[in-house]
């Protein structure tokens, strides 16, 4: 796989390699915020290199499935109907028909593919040569629209070089299709789709209708195939699928093209109404293609002059096709949607489309840029709302127990079971104990309100939101006499590789510092927000939630008294923060012996248990636990945090404790070097820009080998943008104004982003070595922008006006 290395808005991939398909395949998704559909090869069904798929938001289903004699369930983002495939033969006036030409076909000579972000477009070009001499140029475009999110087309043009003769052209679209994108799913159930329906209507039309199997969600695509030159059309339909096959002739200087464009419509679309009927109307009025791929352009054109992040260099191409990712799944046009932040996009089936944690790497960004889109996601939790308190009403608390893994319902859709590839093993899953997303939530709600100013939204939605999680941790906190500190017990943390102590026969850990200070952080936010909210709102929310005057005491003592364990670490440097409690008695690993023995430890949890050890029994992280908290919180910030709880948390404590999990962190997620980066970074850490590129490359080089294949990984992608916004340019919007504080790296020497905050829109940042440029759009009701500059200086920049500042003095014009 290569790319080129241009300033442009263009990635190409140069040849084809059958071992790294997929991942060009997840690079290269189109979508709208809406549906997306993977980059693959429109002559290729599902098989061992390729996969092509097309995904909904919001749309999952749930199937039961046997694994290791136990049955187990899983609710998935389901694989819709493939509209894409296109299959062509040669039929020469000299000579025997051809083979069904696909990349795979010895035939191939030259295999180009090129992801145009500006556009939203891909471009795959090939050229075929039989034995004979005689070549087939193909060039593949396709689109799904960003203007109408209802709408995709693909146009396929051929040209024959050195014969003339008939190709024969399939235009298919395809319903017998399963969720069988990830190898260590396939034992699971992946058949998802049910009741089909398939025909050609007398307009040319082909249409298709399903259902998922037990979630009900009905489905209608339509597509509608043209040629030129025109001719006749042969039909053939099964009730899963149909095939339009045209016979066209070709030769040299007269090629053929072939655009299909296609319509997806689902019971979950508002206004409700037939899926298939909505489909059908939908792409008999499609424009031509020249019409929609204008179109596309001027709504990604839209999309960048809000979205994009500039940067020179390699880092900021990269940061461009993540921004394009990031938009792909979540656009204004998911705004319409119920829909949350898929771990791993639109694009391919792991994690199965789940919910986990992500927007809190993912709505910063779009809170700056796409208030709208922001807030949607914060109403896909907000809907799930009473599955939350249902939950904690079943483990014995009262209070809102957000799931760690989400989809539909809102229930946990944490899988009991998971596939160790390496030893071949399916073993108990407790993951479902990470308590802590509900604070992420909670802080997601405060950051969003913090940055646009949206009180509507906080006293609304958002107080039930963080005053739910605030009751839940007020309740399961358990008052230790002997310590005289609260504690909370059987958890996971961040971290996921400890979910038990050594030996232990239940899950779990206990006192894991990360949920601990984030809930006491939460509990602190939902007093502060009690006391603000208007009053009959107070009332109200008081009877709903059962917030009684000693239940807002018990917050105050909580908030103040939770336990944060430490231990030793070094005669000169003194404690460090634990992860959790008793994680400083944990055998120390021999790092350098498995980096040794093995090519790549980050998945260190699989190696271990593959050798008939446990990961239970090390200092060995998978990525950012403690750490987390230097990402979330600016040093002050997380000073008064532990000063509140009645802990000293200076700079050399907390240098201490980032240099000791560095030593012992495998950094088996993307988000871990994202996180350590932005800590590094803040500290002008000499190794800061090693882990913030890693997290730029993790997608684009598929460190993680092999799982970018299965989907990108949303939350780093959108970290990454965060990472240079809010982690170097230091930008932070609260209600007192802008502040803006860099930590500069000498590999991102100046930026630009345009953001919205606190009622103003499009304000532009221009960030150079030493200078600051600020530009306020001028409106009717815009009030001047106060500023916050290093050094505690404070400005403001009327609307209207562009003003530049030093950022190592006062302000200069």
């Known amino acids: 796989m290569s790319t080129s290395r241009s300033w442009s808005w263009t990635w190409t991939f140069d040849r084809y390699d059958p071992k790294t398909e997929r991942v060009v395949e997840a690079l290269c998704t189109l979508g709208n915020g809406r549906f997306a559909t993977r980059g693959a090869a429109p002559e290729s069904p599902a098989d061992a290199v390729h996969y092509p798929g097309t995904y909904a938001a919001g749309c999952y289903n ?13 609710e998935d983002m389901v694989n819709l109907p493939d509209w894409t495939r296109l299959r062509y033969r040669c039929l020469p006036d000299a000579g025997p028909a051809g083979d069904w030409l696909t990349p795979d076909d010895p035939s191939l000579r030259h295999h180009h593919v090129a992801l145009d972000l500006r556009a939203g477009t891909l471009t795959r070009r090939m050229l075929f040569q039989d034995a004979d001499g005689r070549r087939l ?100 339909c099964t009730k899963a699928a149909t095939a339009q096959t045209f016979r066209l002739p070709i030769s040299r200087g007269h090629p053929v093209v072939v655009l299909k464009s296609a319509a997806l419509c689902t019971s979950l679309d508002r206004p409700a109404g037939d899926p298939l009927a909505s489909a059908v109307e939908h792409v008999t009025h499609a424009p031509d293609f020249a019409t929609t791929l204008a179109s596309q352009k001027a709504a990604w054109e839209h999309l960048w002059s809000q979205g994009e992040v500039k940067v020179p260099g390699e880092a900021g191409r990269i940061l461009r096709l993540h921004a394009f990712h990031v938009l792909q799944t979540l656009s204004p046009h998911t705004a319409e949607l119920d829909a949350g932040v898929p771990a791993r996009g639109l694009h391919g089936e792991a994690y199965r489309g789940h919910v986990f944690w992500d927007e809190l790497f993912v709505l910063p960004y779009l809170t700056l840029h796409f208030p709208e889109v922001a807030r949607s996601v914060l109403m896909y939790r907000h809907r799930r709302l009473p599955a939350a308190r249902g939950a904690a009403r079943r483990a014995g608390r009262p209070g809102a127990m957000f799931p760690w893994q ?54 609304g939605p958002g107080a039930e939101l963080l005053l739910g999680v605030a009751r839940y941790w007020g309740a399961v906190a358990d008052y230790d006499t002997d310590r005289e500190r609260y504690r909370i017990r ?17 899950p779990g850990i206990d006192d894991n510092t990360y949920t601990n200070v984030t809930a006491a952080w939460v509990l602190a936010r939902g007093l502060e927000l009690a006391a603000e909210l208007p009053p009959s709102r107070r009332r ?39 992860q959790f409690e008793g994680y400083g008695d944990l055998a120390e690993l021999d790092w350098h012996a498995y980096r040794s023995r093995y090519t790549d430890i980050r998945r260190l949890d699989r190696i271990l ?17 403690t750490l987390m908290l230097g990402y979330l919180f600016r040093p002050a910030e997380l000073h008064e945090i532990f000063s509140r709880l009645g802990y000293r948390l200076d700079d050399d404590l907390w240098r201490a404790t980032v240099s000791y999990y560095l030593q012992r962190t495998s950094h088996g997620s993307t988000l871990s070097s994202l996180v350590h980066g932005w800590i ?38 959108a970290g990454t943008l965060d990472l240079i916004e809010r982690g170097i340019a230091g930008l932070e919007a609260g209600p007192d104004g802008l502040r803006i ?34 530009a306020v759009p001028d409106s009717r009701t815009a009030q001047p922008l106060p500023l916050h500059l290093p050094g505690g200086r404070l400005m403001t920049v009327p609307a209207g006006e562009q003003r530049w500042f030093r950022l190592d003095a006062s302000a200069a014009p």
């Not at 319902?409 to 073993?427: D, F, I, V």
């Not at 958890?491 to 590789?497: F, S």
């Not at 248990?609 to 636990?625: I, L």
């Not at 590094?680 to 730029?696: F, V």
């Open 680 to 717: 590094l970074a803040s500290q002008k850490g000499p190794d800061a820009w090693r882990y913030c590129e890693e997290a730029l490359l993790g997608d684009v080089m598929d460190i993680q080998g092999g799982t970018t294949g299965e989907g990108i990984h949303l939350g780093a992608m």
């Open 741 to 774: 504080d860099p930590a500069p790296l000498r590999e991102v020497p100046r930026c630009t982003f345009t953001v919205d905050c606190l009622g103003h829109r499009g304000i532009r940042i221009r960030l150079l070595p030493g200078r600051l440029g600020i």
């Open 137 to 236: 140029g193909v060039t593949h475009t396709r689109l799904v629209d960003m203007a109408d999110p209802y709408l995709a087309a693909q146009q396929s043009t051929f040209r024959a070089y050195g014969w003339r003769g008939i190709i024969e052209i399939q235009s298919l679209l395809d319903g017998d299709v399963t969720n069988a994108g990830v190898e260590r799913y396939r034992a699971l159930n992946g058949r998802h789709l049910t009741g089909h329906r398939a025909g050609v209507g007398a307009d040319g039309v082909a249409w298709l209708s399903c259902e998922t199997l037990s979630s009900r969600i009905r489905i209608g695509i339509a597509v509608r195939t043209s040629s030129r030159p025109l001719a006749a059309v042969a039909l053939s």
């Open 406 to 459: 989400s989809a539909g319902s809102g229930r946990e859709e944490t899988q009991t079971l998971h596939l160790n590839p390496r030893s071949g093993r399916w073993l108990p899953d407790h993951s479902h104990l990470q308590r802590h997303v509900g604070s992420a939530i909670a802080w997601n709600v405060w950051r969003y309100a913090q940055t646009t100013g949206d009180t509507g939204f906080l006293y």
């Open 62 to 74: 749930w199937l039961p499935s046997q694994v290791a004699g136990k049955q187990v369930g899983n």
């Open 540 to 578: 109200q929310l008081e009877q709903q939630l059962g917030l009684q005057a000693e239940v807002l005491t018990r917050w105050e003592d909580v908030s103040r008294r939770l336990y944060v364990p430490f231990h030793p670490f070094h005669p000169v440097h003194g404690d460090v923060i634990s």
């Open 609 to 625: 248990e593959w050798e008939g050890d446990t990961v239970n029994r090390y200092q060995a992280s998978k990525q950012a636990d």
């Open 490 to 506: 059987g958890v996971l943390g961040p971290d996921e590789y400890h979910d038990a102590y050594p030996g232990a026969a239940t």
